[in-house]
């Protein structure tokens, strides 16, 4: 699993990762990551990049 994996889920106080973008949940960092791989476009995540940095 790439490090920047764990930045970019947000882990919720019952210990689940949710995808930034969509709110979807997943077990560990890693699945997020994996979520976001297949089901986000990379400009979709370019964008958010670029909000959060602003």
């Known amino acids: 699993?790439?490090?920047m994996s764990n930045q970019l889920?947000?882990?919720s106080a019952e210990g689940h990762h949710t995808c930034p973008l969509c709110g979807e949940t997943g077990e560990?960092?890693?699945d997020v990551y994996v979520?976001?791989?297949l089901n986000h476009r990379k400009s979709e995540l370019s964008e958010a990049l670029v909000d959060a940095a602003e």
């Open 35 to 37: 979520h976001l791989q």
């Open 28 to 30: 560990s960092a890693n």
């Open 9 to 11: 889920s947000v882990k």
């Open 1 to 3: 699993m790439p490090a």
